[in-house]
């Protein structure tokens, strides 16, 4: 067991972990020089656009090192975003090392430091990798001394390397294999293995991807998961290098998958343990923190008939996806649908493009709300994250909001724009105080509520690209808020409806009436497009009615062809949803959603 | 409104041209001496072989030569082409009200009598304008001089009905100049004024010059004004409008000819790129009558009908036709919801709108019913107005709903079978 190494990379967002890992993958001669392209763990189509890791990927890499030995080493690249760090909680957990990447230019970032802090949570070693050295704006000494006054690591540990260029990898694989430790575990053990990631095969049913902790696994062997207690016999195990590799067996240390013929998913949980049915462990690996949603919102089908297809695909997602979770849904303007619960609003727009590209489904989403807590009169408790379900506010004695602990990274010329970006958000107990080298960290408390939407891309913009964020949940405050109803010509879009604080509905329900004015296509009358609170309006806004939509002459020859003109253009319409009279396409749905910065950047 | 009622027409197309216009999109050819004889004997033959096939019994009560310009064929010529249709088809008695198109160039006081004694009833002139500027830019023959003596030749002839087109909304045309040319018409006093307000078609040479960018069409906001002030100045001079293009005096000037193209009244077009309608039992013979019965049959009381239209090209039409064939080109057949498409569709461009009642009868659909909100929303937007009288409830356009009357069609929901 020895020779096996199972580490992960880590590090804030673009510090080039997926490069890295690119290097490491070539080093090792893992993939054919014809076959590669950048980030080749980037597999999904939606990360290589957006040039992101959204999923963890596992794969399997030979290593023959110095000491003339080979070496299995299991690497698991994980994203960087705030919004995917339960991806990498779960990759820690089969992980007894990490990578932690640093780019030489940006120093530690606020996710450098939280991912640290969970990396030594899980017990892991921790190297740190100073990457992007080949930039003329590198600064490796500064890098060094944050490593050592702001995560606490020993900077002359670290490793220096150019991803991009490929130098300083032999260097790393080494430490890799010297720094890093072994698994522990019994093979002759009872059956233990974390399922920590699947993805469904329609040819061969679930792919399970497994750590096994004890015992081996090999096909043939009868398997029962310890939480569900569903049971399946194994068909075959195997390496997950860039395809799929079969072997006999699966022993205790090694990650690997499982194919068990499973078309059924709803016995399958990440986080689960598999064990032997005939000689059960007696206890599971501890599993998962279950992935706390944070971002609520219903998703229907475009199309009304889609439900079911819909409630197929969320089931063989959330397989792939672990953090998502959702229950069935139902609106007066959109039909059924699912309400769905979030780690941010990345993953919300994530999820709904993978089931628009991977299932082939047009969704409309309603406002994304955060979870309150709602004392009434009677001093009983309601959790709501659904405005449709807020209750009369007559009836409310007291509402509470999510707030969380922000911290932010930022060099000090920053400073004052970002304690008045907090201030704006409602930010409360804001400090801060000096790192390393010009570099300041400001400590927040924010409603949740505020954070949400477009607060990650200000910051970006009012630091030039220079502050980072990360946050934690802290507790649930005292907070006015509001019901905003969005209503086209006086009927109420429930899936537009908003719970907003009181301060920020008039200038939120205008920004929802202009978008929608600008999406929602002239029709024959005016459509008044109008934000309320109750019955009292706050904002509106009008589109004004087509005034010349007529041909001059319509004789005999003409006819025919209008009519098809005519048949059409009513087909197009049945993409559209019919609130009162008005067709509402799919895109004002959409552009409700967008943060201010995505309507700039367009 | 009701299918059926009223008489049959009978349309009569003449390819020929003197020039084509830049505008044009329909079926037209210069004209040389022994094309247009040729022309006139395939005309002649294909009434005899529509006839086989028109099952219709009630005779044609109007006659419409149009065109292209039929005023360039020699009266012996349209002569000619009557007398084979009153020796093949039913035709009225005493007499069909005769219509003919005719350029300005061709209407002298000779002219006007010899067709005065084929029995044409309504004449009606391409003036277009009546300056010279905008002639020249349309590549027109005629000037302003000869538009007007052509309509005082016309007047003083002795037609029951005398009828203008004139065109608007061409670009670098000011408003005045249209305004004048409104105001010269009027002063001209026709019974019956179409005013064609320019649609730049695709594969027109303005459609051309338009995608070329050297022609640039008037914003919406320019071209509704245009529209809403030439109904305004016409109806407080005399002439209300009756659909959207379409002036009269009086009602008994309409054109009861092309009223039959919005009413579903059955009608035999002839000649390349014509179209005919036929409703019911009346279909020709060679109409799928098993497909049509299955229309039919899912609700007794409602139209079927059958629409077919012939060969654009001139050559092929002529060629099958003197092989003794129908040169037709294309058919469809109409069940209820395509019939109630083109009601609504025809009828929102009309003044007098769309009989509610009959539509339900015709059709089992309650139009208002079936769209409530959106009626709300369009009287309320003053678009619409639901009208009710002695003979029952009517959907009437407003001024500003024939304006934007194609848009208006598209926006009822016609839940109906095939
Ligand atoms: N100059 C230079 N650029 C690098 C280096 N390593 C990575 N990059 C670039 O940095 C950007 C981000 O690289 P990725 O590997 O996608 O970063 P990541 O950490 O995987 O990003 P996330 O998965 O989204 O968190 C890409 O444009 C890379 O080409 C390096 O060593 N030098
Ligand atoms: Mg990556």
Known sequence: MDHIRNFCIIAHIDHGKSTLADRLIQQCGAVEAREFRDQILDSMDLERERGITIKANTVTLPYTAKDGRTYELNLIDTPGHVDFSHEVRRSLMSCEGALLVIDASQGVEAQTVANLYLAVEFGLQVVPVINKIDLPSADVDRVMEEIDRDLGLDPFASIQVSAKQGSGIDGLLEAIVQQLPPPKGEPQAPLRALLFDAQYDVYRGAVLLVRLFDGTLRAGT???????????????VGCQRLKRVPVPELSAGEVGYVLAGIKGLSGLAIGDTLTEVERP?????????EAKPVVFSSIYPMATNDYEALTKALEKLKLNDAALIYEKDS????????RCGFLGLLHLDVVQERLEREYDISLILSAPSVRYRIVLNNDSEAWIDNPTFYPDPASIKEAFEPY????IMTPERYLGTVMDLCRDRRGVDTTFNYLAAGRMEVVSNLPLAEVLFDFYDRLKSITQGYGSFDYELLDYRQGDMVKVDILVNGEKVDALSQLVHREFARPRAL??????????????FKIAIQGAIGGQIIARTTINPFRKDVTAKCYG?????????????????KKMKMVGAVEIPQAAFVAVLRTEEDEDGR | MKPNDGQPGLYLHIPFCSAVCPYCDFSVMRVLVSARRRFIDNLVAEVSIAARDWREPRPFDTVYFGGGTPSLLPVEDLACVLDSCRAHLALATPAPWVFLEANPEDVTPEACAAWRGLGVRTLSIGVQSFSDDVLRFLGRRHDAQQARAAVEAAQAAGFNTVSLDLIFGLPGQTAEAWQRDLATAVTLAPGHLSCYQLTIHPFTRFGARLARGQLSEIPEEEKADLFDFTHRFLADAGWP???VSNFARSSDQESRHNRKYWDHTPYLGLGPSAHSLAINDECPKGTDQKKLAGIRSRRADVAAARRWWNDLRTPQWERRVAAGERPVEGEELL???ALATETLMLGLRTTAGIDLDGFTMRYGLDLLAANDALVANLVNEGRLVIRSGPEGRRLVPTLSGLCVADGLAMAFDLPLQR
């Not at chain 1, 462990?281 to 923190?289: I, K």
């Not at chain 1, 609106?331 to 699912?338: D, E, Q, R, T, W």
């Not at chain 1, 920004?511 to 024959?524: D, F, H």
């Open chain 1, 331 to 338: 609106s007066a303007a959109l039909g059924f649908g699912f």
């Open chain 2, 241 to 243: 409008a009756y659909e």
């Open chain 1, 281 to 289: 462990a007696a206890e599971p690996v501890p599993g998962y923190r």
């Open chain 1, 511 to 524: 920004r929802y009436c202009e978008r929608l004015a600008k999406t929602i296509p002239r029709q024959q």
């Open chain 1, 557 to 573: 020859g003409d006819i025919t062809r209008k009519r098809k003109l005519l048949e059409k253009q009513r087909e197009g319409k």
């Open chain 2, 335 to 337: 069940g209820p919801r």
């Open chain 1, 404 to 407: 969380i602990k922000a911290t």
């Open chain 1, 222 to 236: 009868h398997i029962r998961l310890m939480h569900s207690g569903e049971e399946h016999r194994v068909e075959e």
